[in-house]
């Protein structure tokens, strides 16, 4: 039987989706480590392909020869050098010959979200990045350059955002805040100073500062002004994000979907809710959709429109 492979290919885990060829129905699904070769390393990200590839396709007796089409999603897809490092997997390692496409993540969530029509997906976790496309094949990239220079938006963004509010508040330059009092706990500490310390010398890691903009929702829902201010900065930015895609693509006057996904803009209501409400506002005819169906499946969707 002929079939296609999707590959959501991420920093935690990277999941096969298999689909029969002409109608996309799934035939089977696999899961393993990382492959993100800019967070994982490139040895990690061989490991977790090789392991996909041999729990979803070699141990279900299913031949390499007879799928048509594989797309990959991963960080970092557009760029030459990682489709040349992932094609090199595929082909020498693995040793698929047939047709590969190899892009971004933010794409395949995108056509997971929109089952392949126009639209614009924003990703707001640990990072942020908002991606569109349009009808007359124009796709843009707004944001995701990297906790550095960007993210803006994200819980990298909030928390670093939390820990200066605090500083400040310590200092004596800045409000008070409940947010002091929950960072405290988080950390085990009593003295603010103490924060210094975990930060730097412990040399927590993006992902472990991120995990600190979860205390933002308590201190909001507590009517902590410090707290109220953040999440509206931070709802500002992945509105900015939107907005400018949308201006970019000619969507004013459109009926679109705008799919979200990622933990702080589908698990943070506060800031769920102030994002589609002044989204609304200024664009009525947008809607406001979570992603249903994985990225993995998105990537099926491409390699079948791919196919000869």
């Known amino acids: ?22 109608n996309l129905n799934i035939i089977g699904e696999a899961i393993s480590g990382p492959s993100n070769i800019l967070s ?11 392991e996909v590839f041999q729990e979803g396709v070699m141990s279900k007796g299913y031949n390499l020869e007879d799928c048509k089409a594989i797309c990959i999603g991963v960080a970092g897809g557009s ?50 990045i908002c991606y569109g496309v349009n009808n007359e094949g124009e796709n843009i990239r707004v944001g995701g350059w990297g906790h550095i220079l960007d993210d803006k938006g994200s819980a990298y963004y909030i928390a670093i955002k939390i ?20 960072v405290l706990n988080y950390f085990e500490i009593e ?45 500002n930015e992945l509105y900015d994000m939107v907005a400018t895609s949308i201006r970019k693509l000619n969507f004013e006057e459109k009926f679109v979907s705008v799919i979200i996904n990622g933990s702080v803009i589908v698990k943070n209501k506060a ?5 589609a409400n002044k989204l609304k506002q200024n664009y009525p005819k947008i809607e406001v959709k979570k992603l249903e169906k994985d990225s993995a499946y998105g990537a099926t969707i491409i390699a079948h429109n791919n196919l000869g």
């Open 271 to 275: 800031i769920r809710e102030k994002f």
């Open 191 to 235: 003295d603010e100073r103490e924060i210094v310390r975990k930060i730097y010398q412990s040399n927590m890691n993006k992902g472990e500062i991120a995990d600190i903009a979860k205390l933002i929702q308590i201190a909001y829902e507590n009517k902590d002004m410090v707290a109220m201010k953040i999440i509206d900065e931070a709802v």
């Open 1 to 22: 039987m002929d079939y296609i492979i999707g590959i959501d290919g991420g920093g935690t885990k990277t999941q096969l989706t298999m689909c029969e060829k002409d």
């Open 40 to 50: 994982s390393g490139l040895e990690t990200t061989r490991q977790s392909f090789l």
């Open 79 to 128: 760029w030459k050098s990682i489709q040349d490092q992932i094609a090199n997997i595929i082909r020498e390692d693995i040793g698929y010959k047939g047709k590969l496409i190899i892009t971004n993540d933010a794409q395949t969530a995108l056509i997971a979200g929109t089952n392949g029509k126009e639209g614009i997906l924003l990703i707001a976790g640990t990072g942020s």
């Open 163 to 182: 820990l200066d509010s605090v500083m400040q508040a310590y200092d004596g330059r800045g409000s008070k805040t409940e947010l002091t009092k929950l």
